[in-house]
């Protein structure tokens, strides 16, 4: 909800503390310390940030030039920290104020930006400290993957799976003296070995052999079953994978790939081959289930893949504040010590971007998005589809080419997607749009507060469909026009008030309804009698007018 004015003057009143903190920002602010400053209102229970005012008491407004496309600082602050933090600007007699609303921290989590966890320390930022932040990471509880696993050594974990994950780590930290380490002093840096050496639930699920895992923690396996349809029994295949993830992560994708089928389409003269399952999304599905899954149940991870649709059922529901429609924007990382060594050799991101990627994976390949259907307290269960909505919509999204796809946040793909097959747009989404429309990917019809947004001409003429562009872009026009004549004539002698109208058009806001009745009687075709809510509208035709003598009659109408 948009802030109001007087709430900006009740923000002005009160003191800075946790939960406000203004800045004046005459001329500009600085995008790394405004980073900064919403991982501390974040960590200290999320807070607004105001730009334009003068920090001492009495504030006033001065006005701010900072951030001039609040919606760009938005998607911006957005890729940096995975989390949504609104961006909104007032335009006010004293000036120009930008508003930034940053939500709270999720219990037991910490935002934090390239490594560095921040809070408010007077006029400036200051580091958590250890025990703040062991802290908040024990509000729900210790992290099940750094505690010792009692009785397990290091004779339970698999050298060569230790060895690639050292390979990776070099990699990706440019650090080629990684590779002369050896394996305890590779599991102390990584701190998958604790309190004295002694080896972690994280080592034995990334790393255990299958006697150690069977030993000490025999639920920490996949189980692979792939059905060729959709009738009860025994699967087609089936294989369980009772090793460190680093064992058989690339066998499982493998095992899926045998049976990728590749789909094909023509476009003119181009043809396309898209594989039913993309490597990345599953992949990235994988990594969440063996990462976020609840391993003090005793159940194993499932992949069931069918001909075109893959499901991952991972034990444990979403974590506590976590739900189907915020997954995107939040992130819990229900076993830190796991997701941290996962993330130190590049494999997942910290920031949770994960479903992002499979949602971006299965908007650009014409999929259906991801879908959480079926989770339940006790199960995580996503389902990633294969089969290929609209081939057309796969070739306008490789038109707008590479450079401007790199550009695209997440919701950006969510508002292409959700024009395309005709659904409704969160406010999120909608102020998406704008920035769409300037790298030609959407067209605004109308202005201000009343304008449509729709997939660019450049689509309908791929789908072979240049009527159906002709006739959301243009003809909706007239089409409302002949909706308001055809109800004047049903209702004949007796015409209709304004209210009526509404019913016809129930789409369409006041304000537009008038205007194409305004449009109508400047045409000739329609009249009115009364003012305001007395007034009645006729066809120009009727009796109404006819008595009154041809003069006056076109001045009615």
């Known amino acids: 909800m948009p802030t109001s004015v007087a709430q900006l003057e009740q923000w002005l009143l009160e003191p800075e503390g946790q939960r406000l903190e203004f800045k004046e920002a005459k001329q500009r602010y600085d995008f790394e310390k405004l980073l900064k400053y919403c991982v501390a209102l974040a960590n200290e229970g999320g807070g607004t940030m105001v730009l334009g005012v003068t920090d001492k008491r009495p504030r006033r407004i001065v006005g701010s030039l900072a951030f001039d496309a609040p919606e760009r600082t938005e998607a911006g602050l957005h890729q940096r920290l995975g989390h949504r933090i609104p961006v909104e600007e007032l335009r006010l007699p004293e000036g120009r104020v930008v508003i930034v609303h940053v939500p709270a921290r999720l219990p037991g989590t910490a935002w934090e930006i390239d490594g560095q966890y921040f809070k408010r320390a007077g006029d400036d930022l200051a580091a958590l400290s ?28 698999d050298s060569e799976s230790i060895a690639l994950f050292r390979e990776r780590w070099a990699r990706k930290s440019g650090d080629i003296r990684r590779h002369d380490l050896s394996d305890q002093q590779t599991l102390r840096d990584a701190e998958l070995l604790v309190d004295g050496d002694r080896v972690s639930y994280a080592a034995l699920i990334l790393f255990g052999t299958r006697a150690g895992l069977t030993r000490w923690l025999a639920q920490a396996e996949l189980v692979f079953e792939y059905r060729s349809s959709e009738a009860a029994g025994p699967a087609a295949d089936r294989e369980e994978y009772r090793a460190g993830f680093f064992a058989w992560q690339d066998a499982l994708w493998k095992k899926i790939n045998l049976r990728n089928d590749r789909q094909s389409y023509q476009d003119d003269f181009f043809r396309m081959d898209l594989p039913t399952f993309a490597e990345v999304p599953v992949r990235e599905a994988i990594l969440n289930a063996v990462a976020h899954r609840d391993y003090r149940l005793g159940g194993s991870i499932f992949i069931r893949q069918f001909a075109k649709r893959l499901e991952v059922v991972s034990p444990g529901g979403l974590p506590p504040g976590i739900t189907p429609e915020n997954i995107i924007d939040q992130q819990y990382p229900r076993n830190r010590r796991l997701a941290e060594a996962l993330g130190r050799c590049g494999l997942i991101e910290r920031s ?3 479903l992002n990627l499979m949602m971006e994976s299965a908007v650009r390949q014409g999929k259906p998005l991801p879908s959480f259907a079926g989770t339940a307290t006790h199960e995580v269960r996503l389902t990633l589809e294969g089969g290929v909505r609209n081939p057309a919509f796969v070739r306008f999204m490789e038109r707008l080419g590479e450079e401007t796809l790199r550009g695209f946040s997440t919701l950006d793909y969510l508002a292409l997607e959700r024009l395309e097959q005709g659904r409704s747009l969160t406010p999120e989404i909608q102020e998406r749009l704008p920035a769409l429309a300037e790298v030609g990917a959407v067209e605004m019809m109308g202005r201000g507060k009343t304008a449509k947004y729709m997939l660019a001409a450049a689509l309908y003429a791929t789908l072979g469909n240049k009527g159906t562009y002709t006739r959301k872009r243009g003809l909706d026009h007239g089409t409302n026009k002949a909706l308001l004549l055809q109800h004047l004539k049903d209702q004949g002698e007796a015409g209709a008030p304004l209210s009526e109208f509404r019913q016809v058009l129930p789409s369409l806001p006041m304000k537009a309804v008038q205007k194409l009745l305004d449009e109508l009687r400047n045409e000739g075709l329609i009249g009115v009698v009364g003012q305001r809510r007395w007034a009645r509208w006729y066809l120009a035709d009727t009796s109404v007018f006819k008595p009154t003598g041809d003069k006056k009659v076109k001045a009615a109408l």
């Not at 250890?130 to 696993?149: H, K, N, V, W, Y």
């Open 352 to 354: 949770g971007q994960g």
């Open 130 to 157: 250890s025990q703040e932040l062991r802290d908040i990471f024990a509000e729900t509880g210790p992290d099940f993957s750094a505690q010792p696993c009692p009785g397990a050594t290091l004779a339970d974990l």
